[in-house]
C-alpha cells in the first residue's frame, strides 16, 4: 500500500513503456477522434504540422494514463488513491507516431492534508510522457486524491 506520507513533494518516478501502434491509433481514431491526419496517410503527408499519420493526442493521454495506473497497481495503490481531481495545462509538445515508444514521468510538485477531508491528501503530479528518442511529447499537472496513513 503507498499512502500520502510516501508521496513528499520532489518525488519522481520513471514508468512505463508503450509501442504505438498504427493500428490501435486508426481504432483511436476512428472511435474518438476522427479527423483526416489521424486516419488518412495522404491528408496527414499533406498537412504541415504532421506530415503523416500521427496519433490522436487524446489517445496519448489515454495511453499515458494506462501507464500511471499500471506503475500505481505495481506498488500496491488499490484502495490508498482513490481517483483524480482533475487535470490542468494539458499540453501535446510533439507530435505522436506509430512506431513510437512512450514511457512516462512524474515528479510531486505539491502535497496537502484536505481541509474538507482530514483522512485524504491532495497531490499534485507534473507527468512527462517522453518517446524514444527521449524528446517530451505532453505534459500535464494531475491532481490525486490519496488516503493519508492511519494514526
Do not use: C
Not at 80 to 105: C, F, H, M, N, Q
Not at 138 to 147: C, T, Y
Amino acid at each position: 500500500m503507498i499512502w500520502f506520507e510516501d508521496l513528499p513533494v520532489g518525488r519522481k518516478d520513471s514508468y512505463g513503456s508503450i509501442e504505438v501502434t498504427r493500428e490501435a491509433s486508426l481504432d483511436f481514431a476512428r472511435k474518438f477522434d476522427p479527423q483526416p491526419f489521424h486516419l488518412d496517410d495522404e491528408a496527414a503527408a499533406a498537412n504541415p504540422l504532421f506530415g503523416r499519420l500521427a496519433a490522436s493526442g487524446w489517445h496519448t493521454a489515454a495511453m499515458g494514463m494506462r501507464m500511471t495506473a499500471d506503475f500505481w497497481a505495481s506498488l500496491g495503490a488499490e484502495g490508498s488513491i482513490l481517483g483524480g481531481a482533475g487535470i490542468d495545462e494539458l499540453r501535446w509538445l510533439k507530435p505522436v507516431y506509430p512506431g513510437d515508444t512512450l514511457r512516462a514521468e512524474a515528479e510531486v510538485v505539491e502535497a496537502r492534508t484536505s481541509a474538507s477531508k482530514p483522512g485524504l491528501g491532495i497531490v499534485r503530479f507534473r507527468t512527462t510522457l517522453f518517446n524514444q528518442d527521449n524528446v517530451a511529447v505532453m505534459s500535464h499537472f494531475s491532481n490525486v486524491l490519496v488516503r493519508r496513513r492511519p494514526a
